[in-house]
């Protein structure tokens, strides 16, 4: 039986075929240590998670990278304001960053690099880059992709630029819109409001852009060419366009065979996020008495790739299923049905196994297993 997987490149379900017969190599774009996580950005989590446990149970060895972002101009500007060292903010949050993900039962990444810790990485690659003629240091001493010399330039995000994209934008911020495409920093010349964050390079005192971080640490662990990249919708563009372009750009060879995102988690309509003070933390949650397995199961009952609803009203149902799920398993220890079973998968498990390889369709796996959990309870009572 195949794995399907949508890949956002290709814009369509494929058949997942790894570089090297038996392993994936994933990245994974992890959290921006300026505060805590919030749940929109654990659905994000747990899906990959999910698909990373469902590699291994088809037999795949499964090397694993999640990035730490801590530093980037949102770590910076909470350093700024509360007039602390960097490391002291960003360290706080990869603490609780990893609590969160231990309570969540997630499986941990193999790898979990700092941006931090691979400058000189980043600072080789962006010398590649201008060697190869697709970067050019500004008047203001930082540097830039000069994005009209990558031929693909918008293919993964499905925009086409203009003459006048290609020739006359560029800009310092991290994150902007796919209506104005424009030259991006890799290198951002050091800035009085960046404090004492800075490293010396070839072009000045300065610091990495975000999108140059990724693609640094990604290729250091797992080569110029790896299997899997997830992250959310919003990390398309411009996150993983730049991220493209700059790889294949400094490296001459394909990056990613398969790019996998999740979409947005909402609350009364609109978009999770921080800007819009919409969400909830694990901690707002706990509080609430929300355990982490009602907390999977709202965010996995919906599939990756389509919006969902996060409610605090839905957690009595969220607790009634998991109880039903728990009471079930207790049923059977008791009964002794590991032996009755014995080696026999029972049908419903090629049907819960053909839904999770057709790209990960856990509302119908969900259903297959609480229907042949209702029929197995009824035929052993």
């Given at each position: 039986?195949?794995?399907?997987i949508y890949n956002t490149m290709a814009k369509k379900k494929e058949i997942f075929k790894p570089i090297e017969n038996g392993k994936v190599s994933?990245?994974?774009?992890?959290?921006?240590?300026?505060?805590?996580?919030?749940?929109?950005?654990?659905?994000?989590?747990?899906?990959?998670?999910?698909?990373?446990?469902?590699?291994?149970?088809?037999?795949?060895?499964?090397?694993?990278?999640?990035?730490?972002?801590?530093?980037?101009?949102?770590?910076?500007?909470?350093?700024?304001?509360?007039?602390?060292?960097?490391?002291?903010?960003?360290?706080?949050?990869?603490?609780?960053?990893?609590?969160?993900?231990?309570?969540?039962?997630?499986?941990?990444?193999?790898?979990?690099?700092?941006?931090?810790?691979?400058?000189?990485?980043?600072?080789?690659?962006?010398d590649k880059l201008i060697k190869n003629k697709m970067a050019y240091v500004g008047e203001d001493k930082s540097v830039y992709f000069d994005i009209?010399?990558?031929?693909?330039?918008?293919?993964?995000?499905?925009?086409?630029?203009?003459?006048?994209?290609?020739?006359?934008?560029?800009?310092?911020?991290?994150?902007?819109?796919?209506?104005?495409?424009?030259?991006?920093?890799?290198?951002?010349?050091?800035?009085?409001?960046?404090?004492?964050?800075?490293?010396?390079?070839?072009?000045?005192?300065?610091?990495?852009?975000?999108?140059?971080?990724?693609?640094?640490?990604?290729?250091?662990?797992?080569?110029?060419?790896?299997?899997?990249?997830?992250?959310?919708?919003?990390?398309?563009?411009?996150?993983?366009?730049?991220?493209?372009?700059?790889?294949?750009?400094?490296?001459?060879?394909?990056?990613?065979?398969?790019?996998?995102?999740?979409?947005?988690?909402?609350?009364?309509?609109?978009?999770?996020?921080?800007?819009?003070?919409?969400?909830?933390?694990?901690?707002?949650?706990?509080?609430?008495?929300?355990?982490?397995?009602?907390?999977?199961?709202?965010?996995l009952s919906g599939h990756y790739r389509t919006k969902i609803s996060f409610s605090l009203n839905k957690k009595h149902e969220s607790d009634k299923?998991?109880?039903?799920?728990?009471?079930?398993?207790?049923?059977?220890?008791?009964?002794?049905?590991?032996?009755?079973?014995?080696?026999?998968?029972?049908?419903?498990?090629?049907?819960?196994?053909?839904?999770?390889?057709?790209?990960?369709?856990?509302?119908?796996?969900?259903?297959?297993?609480?229907?042949?959990?209702?029929?197995?309870?009824?035929?052993?009572?």
């Amino acid at each position: 039986m195949e794995f399907f997987i949508y890949n956002t490149m290709a814009k369509k379900k494929e058949i997942f075929k790894p570089i090297e017969n038996g392993k994936v190599s994933l990245y994974t774009c992890g959290p921006t240590v300026y505060d805590f996580s919030h749940i929109g950005n654990f659905r994000t989590f747990i899906f990959e998670d999910l698909l990373k446990r469902w590699l291994l149970h088809l037999g795949y060895d499964v090397k694993h990278v999640m990035n730490i972002t801590d530093v980037d101009d949102k770590t910076i500007k909470k350093s700024m304001r509360l007039k602390l060292d960097l490391e002291k903010i960003t360290e706080k949050y990869i603490s609780e960053f990893m609590s969160d993900i231990s309570w969540l039962d997630l499986h941990p990444a193999d790898y979990f690099p700092k941006a931090t810790d691979h400058i000189p990485d980043m600072i080789s690659m962006i010398d590649k880059l201008i060697k190869n003629k697709m970067a050019y240091v500004g008047e203001d001493k930082s540097v830039y992709f000069d994005i009209s010399s990558f031929k693909d330039y918008g293919k993964l995000a499905n925009i086409k630029l203009t003459n006048d994209q290609k020739t006359n934008l560029k800009g310092l911020q991290d994150e902007y819109n796919s209506n104005s495409p424009q030259d991006f920093a890799l290198w951002k010349a050091r800035k009085m409001n960046d404090g004492n964050v800075f490293w010396d390079s070839p072009w000045g005192q300065g610091r990495p852009g975000w999108h140059i971080e990724c693609s640094a640490m990604s290729t250091k662990i797992l080569g110029k060419h790896f299997d899997i990249h997830c992250g959310g919708v919003d990390n398309i563009f411009p996150h993983h366009e730049n991220e493209l372009a700059q790889s294949v750009g400094s490296n001459g060879k394909n990056f990613v065979n398969y790019w996998v995102h999740s979409e947005h988690l909402m609350v009364d309509g609109e978009k999770m996020s921080k800007s819009k003070m919409n969400f909830f933390t694990l901690k707002d949650l706990k509080e609430k008495g929300f355990t982490s397995q009602s907390i999977r199961y709202q965010l996995l009952s919906g599939h990756y790739r389509t919006k969902i609803s996060f409610s605090l009203n839905k957690k009595h149902e969220s607790d009634k299923i998991i109880n039903r799920i728990t009471d079930f398993y207790l049923f059977l220890k008791k009964m002794g049905a590991n032996e009755m079973f014995g080696n026999e998968l029972p049908e419903a498990y090629e049907e819960f196994k053909e839904c999770l390889n057709n790209d990960l369709d856990t509302p119908g796996a969900i259903a297959i297993f609480l229907g042949w959990m209702k029929k197995t309870k009824k035929n052993l009572a």
